[in-house]
RNA sequence: GGGUGAUUAGCUCAGUUGGUUAGAGCGCUACCUUGACAUGGUAGAGGUCAGAGGUUCGACUCCUCUAUCACCCACCA
């Protein structure tokens, strides 16, 4: 027999045997639209959340892809054509960072080689180093369809993008102008709304007073965070309904060291509240005052460059602006402008890739403009098109689209999508597809391409479109039409604005129909005390570190196990013993199944031949037999249902509890008993079959989680060939036939006479290797006969010779004592007992049963219940405490037969 | 300033439409290694379910308020 296992559980070489590379050369994951579309198969979509070219694994990215490849596994377990889309995304800003730094370490800035020259280093990058997240995603096991691989910057990722662009350009929904947006002085590049992070801040309330221009030693005093921007000031505005400056209005004031004279103008926007209730107006440097400026026909200034330092020229040029801060607060209080400084903690807007506070930068951007695209997108969530799980989020998703603005997708940076215009030498613009088209458009070859790049994320919002290999046109290949739109996006809370939102927006408004069904919004993994993973804290574990250490499955499973939907997760690395221990169990649980049936089949073949053939045969079936199979169906449909509610980490812990409490620690030892009692041939063999048919289906319900431990057991549950996969075989279904009314329970009672025993063993200290005696006493004639069917199972594991009596029976003497379902049992001590430990323990549970009867009692006693309470409840709650006044008659006279 | 989530055993968490004497894992205590497994087994200790009201015959579960923590959104300088 070729099929035994090794005595130990070796997770690398498992993991060795059924790799990603293994099944890619089978083409085990690949999926065709040709099935959906000839057979009429309903297929079954995941979208991989492309992660950055640049990235390395993290523990987001193992549960992320985790959740996926259980969600994909499952699927196609179940029949349908499965497809998981894998891919990178170009990532604009990170990856030109990347490579820059590491041309600047050779003394070479991307200027000194130029744009073209520039890029193919990025390329070259890529090539060498951009393949690595998806080769350490690979050892994580997921089942990606990788022949359609794709890359955000590929020919026709590309192409969609340039097409949408066009198109949304023609449709009047992609705008030039000139606006302020969110400037990044470190990566000196536009950023949207979504990349700038609001953080608490530590600056000065600076009070300065203005001299008015025509009175005399008259003052208006404004209060700022920005002093260094007094130098742009166009204006001071007051609130108009504000009694203090009323004569005001209309005069001017002399901004300090400018000299400039400014207008002190009368705008609603200001708050009376705030500072002074005086408001210097700097239009360049604060959105706010762009529109104060805007709505008084005022100038616009600058004094801020686009890398964060100084342009004027009243002697801070060049300065860094917070260097320029500092300088001229202390040149205004020199020239007796500053009235004082006050402490002032207020929320700043960052980078988020550069960490450093954004500027607001006037300049000419282009916008996509979002409302009309996110009626409708906000619209198919409202209605139930797109289901978000937890359903919390649609709140989040609600507010943001009912108050979206417009998104500017330029970049001044030079990796990524270049944007599709061209300008003439009178400054028209051109959008089109190619230089050629455009100069056949404008009518002359005197073309400029916009320098700009476009957001990385206009190429990711097309993400469910271009994996399915759309090019941007109207029309839809095989793909699109048989995997669009796909079912299930897993990704994280934290870019639902970034990318959730705009797929829907793109789906519907490029396709007519949402990118995907159902969002799972995974949990945010932090360590131990609760704090974000990061590289800086140092508190963030390597995945591959630990998969070599614990093994990939048990990974998997610890960290499916411990992510509920929709909460954060608190994660250390040694919390994977509990998967790595589970994997250790279900080896050696299997192990021993393989070795029972060895020593009945005798050789492979003969199982084999029996076990393809096989079915429970009712006849042969023992009570503990009938209780498994009861439990294993009650838990499949447990478990089907936990994943129709997308409860994943439910069904880890499904199959956790019923394969470690009830095959294991029940089911397997009454295995042993079976087999080394019984004489019947045919009835060990079905016993035999019966525990391996079990594990075989727990093997498949598990394999979505742990997909290499369970391959490779099922390689070893018949005699498979190395082509066949778990992953391909028909995941087990509910019987109701096994769960229905009508099968009679009839283990549990024995069971809960099993635990009672040795719960008495254990208080008295009864030794180890000492048989005692056990007497039941049974006054049902019926439940009677169950238990004298099944004395071999508590004798055997109680180590308790048991008889079964009638109800009238005598308490043995010196013995202990405990009512089990009603039943009497009586464990003889002679010897052993302690009179004062028996005691204590029975009054013990006296206080809790009568205290329960009087509970109970009172509650039916009270009309509102027994008048209001569906009947089956009550009729539960009568039977309860008949059961309880039983349970404590037995335990007093017991107890009055030890004190006598 | 708005919004969301959390608060259950020493620790980490389950508890799915209100009816269980409130569960698990880890940790702890006792006992148990001659064939599945000590990465294990058996038995046990340990909780006024954050607090206060309310709805109900009945609340860990529903409502209101409070406290603490976390996150998201927000153009008052």
Known sequence: MSANLDKTYNHHDVERRWSSAHWESEGIYEAESRNVTDGG??????????????????????????????????????????????????????????????????????????????????????????????RQLRTLGISCDWRRNLFTMDQSASKAVRHTFIRLYRDGLIYRGKRIINWCPVSQTALSDEEV?????????????????????EYITIATVRPETILADVAIAVNPDDPRYAGLIGEYAVVPVAGRHVPIIADDYVDRQFGTGALKITPAHDPNDFDVAARHNLPVLSVVGRDGKMTDEFGYAGMDRFDAREKIITDLDNRGNLVRVEDYEHNVGYSERADVVVEPYLSEQ??????????????????????????????????????????????????????????????????????????HLAGTDKLVQDEDVLDTWFSSWLWPLTTLGWEGGQEANDDLQAFYPTDTLVTGPDIIFFWVARMIMAGLYFRGDVPFRDVYFTSIIRDMKGRKLSKSLGNSPDPLKVMETYGTDALRFTIVYI???????????????????????????????????????????????????FSPDQTLLSDAQRWILGRYHTVLAAYHKAFSQFRLNDITRLIYDFFRSDYCDWYLETLKIELACKEDEQEKRHAVMLAVSLLEGILQVLHPVMPFITEELWHHILE??????????????????????????????????????????????????????????????????????????????????????DGSLERPPHSASSVVDGNELFMPLEGLISFDKEIARLEKELGNVSSYVKKMEKKLANKGFTDNAPPDVVEGERAKLQEARNNLEKLQTNLSVLCE
């Open 720 to 805: 498979r060939s190395e082509h066949e996969s778990i992953a391909r075989s028909d995941m087990p279904r509910s019987d109701e036939h096994w769960t229905g009314e009508s099968v009679q329970d009839r283990f549990s009672p024995v069971m809960n006479v099993i635990s009672e025993a040795r719960s008495l063993r254990a208080v008295f200290g009864v030794p180890n290797d000492m048989k005692a005696g056990l007497v039941l006493g049974v006054p049902d004639k019926e439940k009677r006969d169950v238990f004298s069917a099944n004395s071999q199972y508590v004798t055997e594991m109680t180590g308790c010779m048991l008889e079964v009596a």
């Open 41 to 134: 198969k309903k297929p079954y979509t995941v979208l991989m959340p492309p992660p950055n070219v640049t990235g390395s694994l993290t523990l987001g990215h193992v549960l992320n892809h985790t959740l996926q490849d259980i969600f994909i596994r499952y699927q196609r377990m179940s029949g349908r054509e499965a497809l998981w889309l894998p891919g990178t995304d170009h990532a604009g800003i990170a990856t030109q960072t990347v490579v820059e730094k590491k041309l600047r370490a050779q003394g070479i800035s991307r200027y000194d080689l130029g744009r073209k020259e520039f890029l193919d280093h990025v390329w070259q990058w890529r090539e060498e180093y951009g393949g690595l997240i998806l």
């Open 197 to 217: 992070i609001m953080k608490s801040r530590k600056d000065k309330l600076v009070y300065v007073r203005y001299p008015l221009a025509n009175r005399e030693g």
């Open 366 to 439: 282009w916008f996509v403009r979002m409302e009309p695209l996110a009626e409708k997108a906000l619209q198919a969530v409202n209605d139930g098109g797109v289901r978000f799980h937890p359903s919390h989020w649609i709140n989040t998703y609600r507010h943001w689209m009912e108050n979206i603005r417009d998104w500017c997708i330029s970049r001044q940076l030079w990796w990524g999508h270049r944007i599709p215009a061209w300008y003439d030498q009178e400054g028209n613009i051109w959008v089109s597809e190619s230089y050629e088209e455009a100069c």
């Open 563 to 613: 992510a509920p939907l929709g909460q954060d997760v608190l994660f250390g690395e040694e919390k994977c013993e509990f998967g790595r221990n589970f994997a250790t169990k279900i080896w050696n649980a299997t192990r021993l199944v393989f070795i029972q049936r060895e020593k009945v089949f005798g050789s492979m073949k003969s199982f084999e031949d029996a076990y393809r053939i």
